[in-house]
């Protein structure tokens, strides 16, 4: 029995329990350590980047906030604000309404600058009445709510001078009387928030859900973790400015009440969020004991390595491979065979993609191509037609005078539209080829057409396809005067502002039934990209008003603005206006 005990108790079997031993003593000491000195201050700095991540979510909605107050300080500051809220607002449509809603949008306009980060923003007057907008984004906002309007007047939250508001739509708007100082309201202003700016910082956290609610503890904004039919938790009421507590789940709920705006913002993060690196480190404390067990792997290490070594590097240089370097060349230095047939494999692979896309990109190309010289030929031979049968006109009554200087200007016309291959031209090109044509014009109505074009040198600058703007004025010509009066007026008129070019045509016609103008909206809004393929009876003035605005969407996509209404009624006429950016989308 002694010596079989002697037997299982050898020297490296004591050596093993010595060293079992000692290996339990180090891990116990390894763990106090790491409880004391990394788990627990783990855990407060934690919490702290919770409280952290509220306070900068609130900071971000308090800067936007700021935004918008600087915004409306800049309308305030603007003297013709008042002079026009003081002079009374005219009748709508009316000449006098119609010159003061552009001198409020140009104040609009300076005030909210290039960087447009809301959605609309409405002047009401002293009564709260719509007396102008700068979008027309929400119609419900038509007349500032009454309750919202007495709190204006009665000067509450004087200490931030403005009022955030909810709306019935669930919307948020900044709203402040425009007073003097004297204390004299003359009207209102309210600016929609963009919703986007509320709801993009919400989005700086990685789990867990925020609220950010106002004094009534209404959602104004959270992020895209909280459903829409979600609740909201019943959060605690709030004793100080910034805390954070464990609500009865345990989740953890940090909080931070704006002195800007007086919302307040509730991070909710799970308990195993919060805790879950604390974890982590205790996880990977025994892991790295346990390393130290793991010696003996060494040796598949070192036999695996030159195994893993070549798809290694053939992942590598995968992962560098891009849209602009499809012909890099993958090291296929290996001695398995699998290994190269995979090398060979994925060069063909790469070979096949790249023809793949040049054959997509020359497909693509060629039907742009295809479609703008489909839309530009439905123009160009209509428009002969009519210049002929007006020279044929004149050569009846015998101008030989008229005939000559018709076909000076008809000749550089046709120059114009066949002079180049490109279906792109400058849009001082684009006038002075109207110029002749209106010359043309003219040669048969002698007195009774009077026209004009204002343009400057910017024109040049302006790319545009050809005969695009021609059809508006030749619809002037067809259309719009068949049941009025000469003499007949067509001024043309172009301006180019921050990168922002815009051109009206006007006449002082017939107009256009306010039907015809939705029905030609509807369609111009319906366009996708892809060529119209309008039949005669959907055309107006038979060059088809919509073809001209197909063509210009083909070219500036959702950088243009295209509008047609009649003109007021001591005007008359209606009025084609046509803005595009050199740069920026519009939506």
């Known amino acids: 029995m002694v010596a079989f005990r002697k037997r299982q108790m050898s020297l490296q079997a004591r050596l093993i329990l010595r060293f079992l031993v000692l290996l339990i003593f180090v891990v116990c000491c390894f763990l106090a350590y790491v409880n004391w000195f990394v788990i627990k201050p783990l855990k407060a700095s934690n919490e702290d980047e919770k409280r952290l991540l509220a306070l900068s979510i609130s900071n971000q909605i308090d800067d936007y906030i700021v935004s ?79 309750a919202l309007k007495r709190r204006l007047d009665e000067g509450e939250n004087d200490q931030r001078s403005y009022i955030l508001d909810l709306t019935s739509r669930g919307a948020v708007t900044f709203n402040r009387a425009i007073i ?14 963009d919703q986007t700016y509320l709801q993009n910082p919400t989005e700086n956290i990685a789990d867990g859900y925020v609220y950010i609610v106002d004094e009534h503890y209404r959602l104004v904004a959270s992020n895209n973790k909280v459903r829409a ?148 030929a439905q123009i160009a031979p209509h428009f002969i037609h009519n210049v002929l049968y007006l020279i044929s006109i004149a050569a009846q009554e015998g101008k030989v005078e008229a005939v000559t200087s018709m076909c000076k200007h008809l000749s550089e016309n046709l120059r114009y539209i066949v002079s180049s ?28 057409l009077q026209w004009e074009i204002l343009a400057d040198d910017s024109a040049k600058h302006v790319q545009i396809p050809r005969l695009s703007i021609q059809p508006f004025v030749e ?22 502002f921050n990168g922002i070019w815009a051109i009206e045509i006007s006449d002082n016609g017939s107009g256009i039934e306010i039907s015809k103008i939705a029905e030609i909206m509807a369609k111009v809004q319906e366009f996708d990209g892809a060529d119209p ?55």
Request: neutral net charge; proline residues 4%; glycine residues 4%.
């Open 68 to 146: 918008q107050n600087q915004l409306s300080h800049r309308i305030l500051s603007n003297r013709e604000v008042f002079r026009i809220l003081q002079a009374g607002v005219g009748p709508a449509t009316s000449e006098r309404w119609l010159s003061q809603a552009r001198t409020l949008r140009s104040a609009m306009f300076q005030a909210i600058g290039p960087t447009i980060n809301i959605r609309d923003m409405i002047i009401y007057d002293n009564l709260g009445r719509e007396v102008v907008n700068y979008f027309g984004a929400d119609t419900s906002l038509k007349v500032l709510d009454p």
């Open 229 to 376: 039919d979600q609740p909201l938790p019943p959060f605690q009421a709030i004793e100080h400015s910034s805390g954070m507590y464990l609500d009865d789940a345990g989740n953890y709920v940090t909080y931070v009440r704006s002195a800007e705006t007086g919302w307040i913002t509730y991070v909710l993060t799970p308990r195993e969020s919060v805790l879950g690196p604390v974890k982590s480190v205790l996880s990977v404390s025994l892991l790295i004991i346990t390393v130290l067990l793991l010696v003996l792997l060494i040796y598949i290490y070192l036999t695996t390595k030159n195994l893993l070594l070549p798809i290694r590097n053939l992942r590598k240089q995968i992962a560098r491979i891009q849209y602009s370097n499809l012909n890099v060349q993958v090291n296929n230095q290996s001695q398995h065979d699998e290994l190269v047939l995979l090398h060979e494999t994925f060069q063909e692979l790469l070979q096949r993609l790249q023809q793949s896309i040049e054959r997509e990109k020359q497909a693509v190309l060629e039907e742009a191509k295809a479609r703008n010289s489909a839309l530009q």
């Open 533 to 587: 393929g309008l039949s005669p009876g959907e055309r107006w003035g038979n060059m088809g008003i919509v073809n001209s605005v197909h063509r210009l969407q083909l070219m500036y996509q959702k950088r243009l603005f295209f509008n047609i209404f009649n003109n007021p009624t001591e005007e008359k006429g209606m009025t084609v206006q046509i803005i595009a950016s050199l740069t920026d989308d519009f939506y």
């Open 475 to 496: 619809n002037c010509i067809e259309h719009a005067f068949e049941r009025s009066d000469p003499p007949w007026r067509i001024r043309i008129q172009y301006k180019m």
């Open 180 to 193: 003097d100082q004297n204390g004299s309201i003359y009207g209102y202003v309210t600016i929609l928030l």
């Open 421 to 448: 291959s490109h279906h792109h031209v400058s849009l001082a090109d684009e006038l002075a080829y109207i110029r002749h044509y209106l010359s043309l014009v003219q040669a048969h109505h002698e007195d009774d």
